[in-house]
């Protein structure tokens, strides 16, 4: 078998991805309930929770809504490929490469084009500011102070699948409105 039965019954292939396969519903189910640093928060914090804590973040620091929605969709490859710890991700350059294809077919899909590399910058950046985020009030160490750069104050807690999915899919919508 060469592709994936998603959420909503579609049979994706990653590696060959159709652009009119890709679905926000089908994104936000599998992000809400997928758990961020492969589960070793001290409590269940999703991947869901965190693009759209990075989306708030980059609204309230004024930047446009293709960057507002390419930090909610920037994880969205993991919804189809899954997302390796850091240590062992630089260390397949082929799982790069497919996760770098793929996000350019998902903001294409659903921005409307890829992100320019300035763009990818400032998303992968406040990434990195909410990662800080997340390791200083549910890990048992910190990453630095990043997190000191944030504009929206965030609390990281526990939310239920349902209601995360239904948010993270109401912010694109909104935002997407908004283009």
Known sequence: MSYITTASGLHFDPMNPDMNLINIEDIAHALSYMARANG???IFYS?????LACAAEAMQ?????????????????????CDLTRPIKKELPLYIETEEALLKVIWTKLVGRD????????IFDIDDD????????LMPE?????YKNLSVKHICKTKDFDSIRKEFVDMYYFIKDKM
């Open 130 to 137: 909410m990662l800080s985020l997340e390791f200083h009030q």
């Open 142 to 146: 910190d990453l630095g102070d990043r």
């Open 40 to 42: 070793h928060m001290k």
């Open 115 to 122: 992100m320019t590399d300035e763009e990818k910058e400032i």
């Open 61 to 81: 620091r004024g930047c446009s809504n293709e960057v507002v929605l390419g930090c909610l969709l920037h994880d969205a490859s993991e919804a189809y490929i």
């Open 47 to 51: 991947v869901a929770q965190h693009s």
